[in-house]
């Protein structure tokens, strides 16, 4: 059966994605022996949602995406497709801030999130787009168990969030987070089966690191203890949630395209285009 | 007919100089453009004070363009019109959390580092203000901070992008309400696209002859045409004044639109704005087009392209 993996194209650079996805889609065919048919569609209502196995939200201006999403009527069916289905999602950029249950820096009178991910994201935490940048990174989950290099990934941070802390796991809402002050959280659903119960998990995993926060701190003459394990966290995952503060599609190198297109077959079972 | 062909334009690098990493110096062209792709399918509003930049957020916007008068008003009041007063341009910096852009005259740098040191996130190099040089454009490419321009046809386009443009928009016609210029320029642009797409079709010199007659970079104009659209992100700007004219110029194929007097010269400016985001995402679907075109209150005024004098038009500035 036929893999549908969406794109939310309700603004931002969702056509990125789809030429990547599409390109991760002809690399795990070619060379991995992947019989399962992909198909990529763009995502602006209810119904192309409901059609979707996986997707992906993209970066843009969070802001414009979820208002967007809430005068579309598309903010409850996005909360129920990742919260409660529990259905693989990745998002990058303003797509992170989305996906994270408690969110900071945001416009005044707070906006609407999604959630899936229990941390703490910082809106516009590297500063204005003069602050933007270019970083090589290392991602240690590129270089697992398979053949592609293990050369860096090219981090595009555009006016970027950072997740700033990793939340306990709970039931419910981020009570704590919700009672600090300029943070707004995400409201609280339930898994609605054992199988989307089993696609969570208590354990928020941080999947990349940008070297360099003490030096930024010391800079600003913020007070660092040099003993922490200091490092922007710029990826995370947490069951089949996924998040990057960085833009792989703003580059051409496919590489987490087919790992996470990889995480979607290994969620639905399915390599081998018989589900 | 829907011609929007967005897809093919990502992923391209441009022939421009970068930075190597973690220098403070200019931040590599795909950082520049990168900020442009995350506007796609937004709506940039002008706005003169901050509590029209909370309207223009709270109604969507994706970034907004900080000015001390629309150009509506620049239109009527005459005279020399500049950059804006640094002041107004920090409370809209202070008022909130979305990009927010600004414009410099044509050829005026001095104006784009006044911008730059504030922490502008976007200059708009503008038709719409009085030009500060006949001759020459800004050059771009040693700045930090990316840079939008406009143009009327591919060859200006690829000229502004040469200059280091990250973004291009129409030109269009500001202040006026009338959507004409706006479509005229970019089926301009994309007429002469498939020219170039034509000659490279015929061979190099056929390009390069092209590329003499409209004046560009031959390399940019191959580049083109070998993806079928611009090398960057193209919103239309100049004229659009509600969410159909919104859609219209996604449906020609538009990667985003600035809205200029449109929404603050209007009858009920939130209401407004919030329609025209809609109808830019949902340019497709003319059902949810209808329900958000619905109840609006009074457009703004306009004037008719078809009247004005050529003397009386912005687009003609810069070359």
């Not at chain 1, 395209?257 to 399915?270: A, C, F, K, N, T």
């Not at chain 2, 340019?283 to 703004?300: I, N, T």
């Amino acid at each position: 059966m036929t893999i549908t993996a969406g794109v939310l194209a309700l603004q931002g650079a969702f056509l990125e994605h789809l030429v990547l996805l599409k390109r991760a889609a002809n690399y795990l065919q070619q060379h991995e022996g992947v019989k399962a048919p992909f198909e990529f569609i763009e995502v602006r209502n209810a119904e192309q949602l409901a059609r979707s196995d996986a997707l992906i939200i993209p970066g843009g201006e969070s802001t414009t995406i979820s208002f967007v999403a809430a005068q579309s009527g598309l903010l409850e069916p996005l909360r129920e497709f990742v919260k409660v289905s529990r259905k693989p999602t990745w998002g990058t950029c303003a797509g992170l801030i989305l996906l994270a249950e408690a969110a900071n820096a945001t416009k005044k009178g707070g906006q609407e999130l999604i959630g899936g991910l229990d941390v703490r994201v910082h809106r516009n935490y590297f500063g204005r787009q003069i602050e933007s940048f270019h970083a090589d990174l290392d991602l240690p989950f590129l270089k697992a168990g398979d053949s592609t290099s293990g050369a860096p990934f090219p981090g595009i941070f555009i006016r970027a969030p950072v997740v700033e802390k990793i939340l306990p796991s709970v039931d419910g809402i981020q009570k704590a987070e919700e009672q600090t002050a300029g943070t707004v959280v995400a409201p609280s659903k339930t898994a609605k089966d054992e199988q989307a119960r089993s696609a969570m998990s208590s354990r928020v995993e941080i999947m990349g690191k940008l070297p360099g926060r003490l030096n930024k701190a010391a800079a600003v003459g913020a007070e660092v203890d040099a003993g922490d394990d200091v490092g922007d966290i710029i990826a995370v995952k947490q069951g089949n949630v996924f998040g990057t503060s960085f833009h792989p599609e703003l580059t051409s190198d496919i590489r987490i395209h087919v790992w996470w297109l990889r995480q979607v077959l290994d969620s639905v079972g399915d390599r081998d285009g018989v589900r | 007919m829907v011609m929007n062909d967005n897809g093919t334009m990502s992923n391209t690098t441009l022939p421009t100089s970068s930075a190597a990493n973690g220098t403070p110096s200019v931040p590599t062209f795909a950082v520049k453009a990168g900020l442009a792709q995350m506007l796609k399918g937004g709506v940039i509003m002008d706005v003169v004070n901050a509590e029209q930049a909370r309207i223009a957020e709270e109604a969507g916007a994706c970034a907004v363009m900080a000015l001390e008068r629309v150009p509506a008003d620049i239109r009527k009041d005459g005279g020399v019109a500049r950059m804006s007063d640094p002041h107004l341009i920090k409370e809209i910096q202070a008022a909130v959390t979305i990009p927010v852009m600004a414009k410099a005259r044509i050829g005026h740098f001095v104006e784009c580092q006044i911008l730059e040191a504030l922490g502008i996130d976007y200059i708009d190099e503008s038709e719409v203000l009085t030009p500060a040089d006949d001759t020459y454009h800004v050059e771009k490419s040693g700045f930090r901070v990316p840079f939008v321009c406009g143009c009327r046809n591919l060859g200006e386009a690829l000229r502004r992008i040469a200059e280091g443009a990250a973004m291009i928009r129409t030109k269009g016609e500001a202040g006026t309400g009338d959507v004409v210029e706006a479509v005229k320029h970019m089926r301009t642009v994309k007429q002469d696209i498939s020219r170039a797409q034509a000659a490279l079709a015929e061979g190099e010199g056929a390009l390069r002859a092209l590329a003499r007659e409209i004046g560009c970079d031959a390399v940019l104009l191959k580049q083109t045409a070998e993806l079928g659209r611009l090398p960057v992100v193209n919103f239309a700007a100049g004229g659009i004044a509600t969410p159909a004219d919104a859609a219209l110029m996604m449906q020609l194929g538009c990667d985003g639109v600035f809205v200029g007097s449109g929404i603050f010269k209007s009858g009920n400016a939130a209401k407004r704005a919030k329609a025209i985001v809609q109808a830019t995402t949902h340019y497709q679907d003319a059902k949810v087009l209808a329900q958000c075109s619905e109840g609006l209150g009074e457009a703004m005024v306009g004037i008719n392209c078809g009247t004005m004098a050529p003397t009386e038009k912005m687009a003609g500035r810069g070359w």
